[in-house]
């Protein structure tokens, strides 16, 4: 599946096996308890264009398996943390403070997951970037 986000109209575009998908998406829009995508990809998307709208940029907390076939089932994305200057805070001190911005995704049904937690408080200074890069996940540079 091939996820996009279009910022300059606020519509996510969603590809699989030829088959398009339109999304209409507010760009101002951020994640809230209940919301839907069609897949863990979309989700994603979404989370990483308003991290990059807002200021910072996303890591996998966790992740959770079904027991029976070994899908994803559960993903928690969170905040990086980044510095004054726009760098990763990646302190080397045994004890390191991580933020606790964070999106809980679950996945409610076969192509659909719903937010079941979303907490927007960062404990650190946000660095909206000017030029913003455009991946997708099917893209083989991000992995």
């Given at each position: 599946?091939?996820?996009?986000?279009?910022?300059?109209?606020?519509?996510?575009?969603?590809?699989?096996?030829?088959?398009?998908?339109?999304?209409?998406?507010?760009?101002?829009?951020?994640?809230?308890?209940?919301?839907?995508?069609?897949?863990?990809?979309?989700?994603?998307?979404?989370?990483?264009?308003?991290?990059?709208?807002?200021?910072?940029?996303?890591?996998?907390?966790?992740?959770?398996?079904?027991?029976?076939?070994?899908?994803?089932?559960s993903r928690g994305?969170?905040?990086?943390?980044?510095?004054d200057n726009g760098?990763?805070?990646?302190?080397?001190?045994?004890?390191?403070?991580?933020?606790?911005?964070?999106?809980?995704?679950?996945?409610?049904?076969?192509?659909?997951?719903?937010?079941?937690?979303?907490?927007?408080?960062?404990?650190?200074?946000?660095?909206?970037?000017?030029?913003?890069?455009?991946?997708?996940?099917?893209?083989?540079?991000?992995?």
């Amino acid at each position: 599946m091939e996820v996009q986000m279009d910022d300059q109209n606020g519509t996510m575009y969603t590809s699989e096996g030829g088959e398009t998908t339109i999304v209409e998406v507010s760009t101002n829009q951020e994640p809230y308890e209940g919301m839907l995508f069609e897949s863990e990809d979309a989700a994603r998307v979404f989370y990483d264009d308003y991290a990059s709208r807002v200021g910072f940029l996303t890591r996998v907390l966790s992740s959770r398996k079904s027991e029976r076939d070994g899908s994803i089932i559960s993903r928690g994305l969170g905040c990086r943390g980044v510095s004054d200057n726009g760098r990763k805070v990646m302190q080397e001190c045994a004890q390191r403070e991580f933020c606790t911005a964070m999106v809980l995704l679950r996945q409610e049904k076969p192509g659909s997951w719903v937010v079941k937690k979303f907490l927007k408080d960062h404990n650190h200074p946000l660095v909206v970037q000017s030029q913003k890069s455009r991946r997708t996940l099917s893209d083989p540079s991000i992995f």
